[in-house]
């Protein structure tokens, strides 16, 4: 599988953007499909998760009820709608899947596959 992160750019806080993973195959009953980001001198951490069967999402509780994880099989595609934009979502975002969750979710060394990753600012 290959992964094509896009969508990022610049948005004031408070503002809202969707960004797309386009998969080179059908993620749904395959792959778990997670959203990582990373800002500046950090490291690289969960934003969400849809799991690979039954459509279920995980958030990590700093992005729980502004961000929304969705999948559109028909395009092989994954999104992540964000709302209520703050400046500490500034990051770069990835998309990454895994066949296999084995231990947590938010572990990145389970996903195997990433996309190039795609940027966000949030300007205050």
């Known amino acids: 599988v290959q992964l094509q992160a896009f969508g990022g750019g610049l948005v004031q806080a408070g503002g809202s953007l969707r960004l797309s993973c386009a998969a080179s195959v059908r993620t749904s009953n395959t792959y778990t499909v997670a959203w990582f980001r990373q800002a500046p001198g950090k490291e690289r951490e969960f934003a969400a998760a849809i799991f690979r069967s039954g459509g279920r999402t995980y958030y990590a509780d700093s992005v729980k009820g502004r961000f929304t994880i969705s999948r559109d099989n028909a395009k092989n595609m994954v999104y992540l709608e964000m709302n209520g934009l703050k400046p500490e979502d500034t990051a770069v975002y990835y998309c990454?899947?895994?066949?296999?969750?084995?231990?947590?979710?938010?572990?990145?060394?389970?996903?195997?596959?990433w996309g190039q990753g795609t940027e966000l600012t949030v300007s205050s």
């Open positions: 990454a899947v895994t066949k296999t969750v084995l231990s947590s979710i938010r572990d990145y060394a389970q996903y195997n596959t």
